[in-house]
């Protein structure tokens, strides 16, 4: 399937991805060169500028029958690399530490291979979506009217996991990744002189008591439907002096649930809390959310898909529980049947979103071959 020139040019790419990492709803640079190096696999269409910097590159059979869409993701991540490997980012304080660049690359091999052989109907569309970490990209890609016209029957998507066997699929139908949402708390008070606090309104004891309080609205195991999770993120109060009594304080929790429906519920618990102890502060209270991600569901006919790519493509498939993170591809099941499943990176690599974290190159020619024995399934 993939010649070993393929091999050797997909991991530089990968290796070039890397070192050139950019930030969800910017990665103009790197939509450019997934379409430079997609010359040598030309698609019959290229679409780019898709819900902000996306890109979609759509091999067409010419035929009458369905679309497959295979999602990867073009967004690095805000943190310093702290590995050590030859291309380590060269931007301070930004790297590819999700694996997103070996999710490019996959896609790329993917296009390579229907470069040379297109499908024997329909088409498949081949999306690099930005801004996933952010929970923003997907949703402006099916906003996009450009989207539209190309709207699959059927989007696949997959996750390299640390923790899983080196190769090996994790897989499951239904929930496959968590709904969350980011509450961004601001209590407003009046500053006052350090020694005269008296005279101020400081939202210190607000602060105290609703950390762990949302905290405490968690509950449930993470396999349970009624399973959720407040994670408090950030915590500001006043300014790093000694002479201020603090007026203004700053909490962001994520709230987390197993799936969509629980979601409402948990926001409007945390926002009365909120409320309630704003008010019996005295303080000013805004509140708004930021990095709403919705449920990711497994659809079964996708799911089904998936396990029979796996088996021709002689990759080990095994259940898996869902996952607490959040992914935004779920988003693409709401109009059509549509699965992810998790690649492993090995058992002893570091973690998604640690400083050290590494894409294994290995990965690049077997999640390919799942996804084109997908593609071969569906469309023959
Ligand atoms: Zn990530
Ligand atoms: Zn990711």
């Keep these: ?21 950019e930030l969800s709803g910017a990665e103009e640079e790197t939509a450019r060169r997934v379409v430079a190096f997609m010359t040598a696999g030309a698609p019959d ?45 060269r931007i301070a304080g930004r790297g590819h530490l999700c694996g997103h660049d070996g999710h490019m690359a996959m896609l790329c091999a993917v296009g390579r291979v229907l470069a040379r052989q297109r499908p024997a109907r329909g088409r498949v569309i081949l999306l690099f979506q930005p801004a996933e970490e952010t929970g923003q990209g997907a949703a402006a890609v099916l906003a996009d009217p450009a989207f539209a016209a190309i709207a699959p029957d059927i989007a696949l998507s997959l996750h390299n996991m ?13 929930p496959a990744n968590c709904a969350s949402r980011g509450l961004d708390i601001r209590l407003c008070g009046r500053t006052a ?28 195991g993470p396999l349970d439907t009624g399973f959720r999770m407040a994670t408090v993120t950030h915590a500001a109060l006043g300014e790093a002096t000694f002479g201020v009594a603090p007026g203004a304080a700053r909490l962001m929790v994520t709230l987390r649930c197993l799936e969509d429906a629980g979601m409402d519920a948990l926001c409007a618990e945390a926002e009365a809390l ?5 008010e019996a502060e005295g303080l000013e209270l805004s509140m ?26 002689g990759v080990p498939v095994s259940e898996v529980p869902p996952m607490l993170g959040s992914e935004d591809f779920g988003r693409f099941g709401h109009d059509r049947p549509a699965a992810m ?25 077997v999640g390919a071959a799942v996804f084109l024995q997908a593609i071969r399934e569906v469309l023959g």
């Design 45 to 89: 269409k290229v679409l780019t500028g898709l819900g902000g910097t996306g890109v979609a590159l759509v091999y067409d059979s010419g035929r009458a029958g369905p679309s497959v869409m295979i999602r990867a993701e073009l967004d690095a991540l805000p943190i310093e690399e702290t590995g050590t490997p030859d291309y380590r980012s």
């Design 193 to 220: 002189h350090a020694s005269m606090p008296d005279t101020g309104l400081s939202p210190m004891r607000a602060l105290a008591r609703l950390m762990p309080a949302l905290t405490a609205l968690g509950g449930g």
């Design 274 to 278: 909120v409320r309630d102890v704003a």
């Design 162 to 174: 640390p923790g899983l066997p080196l190769g090996h699929v994790g897989l499951a139908e239904g």
């Design 341 to 365: 499943f998790l690649l492993g990176a090995g058992e002893d690599r570091p973690q998604l979103h640690n400083p050290d974290y590494d894409f294994p190159d290995d990965l690049i020619p």
């Design 1 to 21: 399937m993939f010649t070993n020139s393929d091999i050797a040019e997909l991991t530089a790419f990968r290796r070039e991805l890397h070192l050139w990492p």
């Design 288 to 313: 708004r959310y930021d990095d709403v991600f919705l449920a990711c569901r497994n659809a079964p006919e996708a799911v089904a898909l998936l396990r029979r790519a796996c088996t021709a493509a």
